[in-house]
């Protein structure tokens, strides 16, 4: 009798692209069971259609493997091999915890640092780390790119000794090619952290990395250089990988024995199917943002903590960022600029980009473990909130609309109460009032203003932090009978849903997931207006009133791809009325003076205010005059939309409007309207605050980007009346103001646990 074979361990691969796919192939096609979990649909059902395959030249490879989107799945977890990329890791971690077995175990097979926030998840004891350097690609959806062999490292966090399970996954994974097992994977994982820098700093132009690479030597080892600099820092022992040496490349080495690892990368390099990094065919191929940007957080918080410069690695990151959405900017000249800076930088030279000293930054930030236990509680919850969104995108708010503004503040009030519980103080005041003299322009939707005190807070400043936000909405009454609340899996659309009503349902569950794990808090006074879509005509005033008695405030409008908010233009609003004189267009033509003629000079010299450089734009969006063909108009209208990115900017077109003539003398022209908002400016306080935001970010697993835009809210009135603010720090998402309005019930869950993570920071320091 033929003894039966031992039954192989079995694996779910969470995130099947590139480093998942390859693996789960390997370990499927080795005989052990493989289940992948994807947020993908299309990967998905190409795999359970076809199998995952992998392509390997002109030749493609089938294996049957289990496979499910995350809404799918059921059951228990047991040996996960996590590879999704590094800015999905809590929401992944935060769904394998709850379904993982008591003795499973997550091996964190992505790249950059990720160990800690799977630990603050599952648990450090089920944490296992890695390294891995394998140059796969998904070439379409359920086929990955065979990118050859590479390394695969496998150990206990911390420099703990080899355990029996790391040994036992290094065995199932040598399936695949050369894993082994190390007491340092740390020394793996910052030796790559300077080789991906290199790699990210090639997918700023369209060429290959090995060329790019051996063009550009200063560039390439001034930033590993920086990253070396704290990893020696920490005293780190760096490990040697594929061709690449870390050593060569650390700062006030030996500029021969550097040129002859360059020597030996780039030939490596050349010899890979795989002649542009991931990062380069995120921007160019998927156009998706890159999750390189996540990678660095850690290495940016040690070096900041450090006091160590990293102006190049920073460069870097600003320049994959301002390819997202335009990889026609792509560049080797972005390279020559590098190469420019690393030699200021060896000379002493350069500074660093503006980020706020650490002195500067307000509060302090909470312990790593209650970042993670507010994200875990309103993960918990995250059905709560999604049905608290529901009701209130089901409330009908449009600005216009001074009933169903009137309804929807009642339910807001109850909502309030029943998850806040009843505040210290609430102020409602009217503007939707019609009594006489009132204008019919300052009649809007009431203001809502509701204090809660502070809990164990011991910051000095113990002003509340305003809490700011709006109920009304673009959406005229009668839109949801035909476009209601509607939810897919992670996407949610609705109108107003992005712009923001995901955001109040935010701040209210930061609030009560504080309240419920007992963690200190500021006071906070929540404030809500109903003409903020209308221009804040009859709110601003008590805002920035409000504000005068605030720390700083907290503006839940939406985030603009991911970011938040440091800088917005202001706004003007004018109208440019040109009054001529009528006469017969045919009997007469030289007896009347054409306002439209009129107009359309001072329309020309309006262009010439546009700056675009100064981030000025004008738009002239709308022209109305005259009364028939065969007639010289008599009165013609052009209406005006001006941006404005400094005070300086403003003041310049406030003068060229009041200094405006006519060319024709026998008309008249007048400039009617004014500034809607003043600019927010990014201040060394808003800064300051921004960093604050990004390190609590980062606690939470997230790398959060700052953006300057051309849309306007409230808090442009509550900057330019001093008060310090943090905006965009609501709905992740897009389409405001559109049919195409979502967002996500994983960014409702990050976001609101920054908020919250934020509020414990302020109310430490």
């Known amino acids: 009798m033929t003894a039966p074979s031992p039954q192989r361990a079995a694996y779910t691969v969470v995130g099947g692209g ?26 998905v059902a190409a795999i359970r259609a076809r199998g995952l395959v992998v392509a390997h030249g002109d030749s493609r490879t089938s294996v049957p493997v289990a496979a499910a989107t995350p809404d799918e799945f059921s059951g228990t977890l047991g040996r996960v091999l996590l590879a999704v990329k590094a800015q999905a890791t809590a929401t ?43 140059f796969a690609d998904v070439v379409e959806p359920g086929v990955v790119l065979d990118g050859g062999a590479g390394a695969l490292v496998i150990g206990e966090p911390g420099g703990a000794p080899v355990s029996p399970r790391v040994h036992s996954v290094v065995a199932d ?52 250089g920086e990253i070396f600099a704290v990893s020696d820092r920490l005293g780190v022992t760096l490990e040697a990988f594929d061709a690449f040496d870390p050593h060569p490349f650390r700062q006030g080495t030996d500029p021969a024995a550097r040129d002859a690892a360059f020597d030996r990368l780039s030939a490596w390099l050349r010899t890979q199917a795989k002649d542009r990094s991931g990062i380069w065919r995120d921007l160019a191929v998927r156009h998706r943002p890159v999750e390189v940007t996540t990678h660095y957080a850690d290495v940016f918080d040690h070096a900041d903590r450090e006091g160590l410069p990293t102006p190049l690695l920073r460069t870097v990151m600003d320049g994959l960022r301002s390819l997202e959405g335009a990889p026609e900017k792509m ?48 993960d918990e919850h995250r059905e709560d909130m999604v049905a608290d969104l529901d009701a209130y995108t089901s409330q009908g708010s449009a600005s216009d609309d001074l009933d169903a503004l009137g309804t929807c503040l009642g ?17 409602i005041l009217p503007r939707a009032g019609a009594q006489a003299g009132v204008d019919q322009q300052l009649r809007a939707g009431d203001i809502l203003v509701r204090r809660y005190p502070a809990r164990d807070a011991s910051a000095e400043d113990g002003r509340p932090v ?37 955001g109040l349902v935010q701040a209210v569950w930061a609030l009560r997931a504080l309240d419920a794990l007992g963690l200190p808090r500021p006071a906070c006074t929540l404030m809500l207006n109903g003409d903020e879509e209308t221009g804040s005509l009859a709110s601003h005033e008590a805002i920035v009133a409000e504000s005068h008695g605030s720390r700083l405030a907290m503006v839940f409008e939406a985030a603009v791809d991911g970011a938040i908010k ?10 440019l009325t040109v009054t001529g004189s009528e006469a017969h267009a045919g ?66 077109i406030t003068g060229a409007l009041a200094a405006l003539r006519p060319v024709d003398p026998r008309t008249r022209v007048e400039i009617g309207g004014d500034w809607n908002r003043p600019v927010f400016e990014r201040t060394k306080e808003v800064a300051a605050l921004a960093e604050l935001t990004r390190r609590c970010a980062a606690l939470l697993g997230e790398d959060l980007r700052e953006a300057s835009v051309g849309g306007a809210s409230d808090g442009n009135f509550v900057v330019a009346a001093g008060t310090p603010v943090l905006d965009g720090i609501g709905a992740v998402g897009s389409g405001a103001h559109a049919r195409s309005e979502n967002t996500s019930v994983s960014g409702m869950v990050a976001r609101s646990a920054l908020a919250a993570t934020v509020l414990v920071s302020l109310a430490a320091g």
């Open 18 to 43: 590139a480093i998942g796919g390859t693996l789960a192939f390997a370990l499927a096609r080795a005989g052990h069971p493989v289940t992948v979990v994807d947020t993908d649909p299309a990967h």
């Open 92 to 134: 992944a971690a935060a769904w394998i915890a709850p379904r993982l077995a008591p003795d499973g175990f997550v091996v964190s097979l992505q790249n950059g640092f990720n160990e800690g926030l799977i630990a603050q998840h599952v648990g450090a004891p089920r944490t296992v780390a890695a390294f891995v350097n394998i």
């Open 173 to 224: 994974l040598r399936s695949w090619g050369p894993a082994v097992a190390s007491d340092n994977v740390e020394g793996y994982l910052w030796a790559k952290a300077g080789f991906g820098a290199m790699l990210a700093a090639t997918a700023l132009a369209d060429a290959p990395m090995a060329d790019l690479i051996d063009r550009h030597r200063p560039a390439m080892s001034g930033l590993t």
């Open 331 to 378: 560049s080797e000249s972005r390279l020559e600029e590098l190469d420019r800076l690393a030699g200021q930088a060896a000379a002493g030279r350069l500074d660093e980009p503006d980020r706020p000293a650490l002195s500067a930054v307000p509060g302090r930030l909470p312990e790593v473990e209650q970042a993670a236990a507010v994200r875990r509680w309103l």
């Open 411 to 427: 339910w807001l009030r109850d909502w309030l109460d029943r998850r806040l519980g009843a505040p210290d103080a609430e102020e």
């Open 466 to 502: 305003l809490l700011l936000g709006h109920y009304d909405t673009v959406w005229p009454t009668g839109t949801l009978d035909t476009w209601p609340f509607r939810r897919d899996g992670d996407h949610i659309t609705g109108p107003g849903v992005f712009d923001m009503k995901a």
């Open 566 to 575: 440091t800088a917005r233009k202001g706004v003007g609003l004018f109208t």
């Open 587 to 652: 009997l007469d033509p030289t007896a009347g003076a054409s306002a439209v003629d009129e107009l359309a000079h001072q329309i020309l010299r309006l262009a010439e205010l546009r700056a675009p450089d100064a981030g000025t734009s004008l738009n002239v969006g709308v022209v109305e005059g005259g009364t028939r063909s065969n007639v010289t108009a008599g009165r013609a209208v052009g209406r005006i939309d001006i941006r404005v990115a400094s005070a300086a900017e403003q003041q310049r």
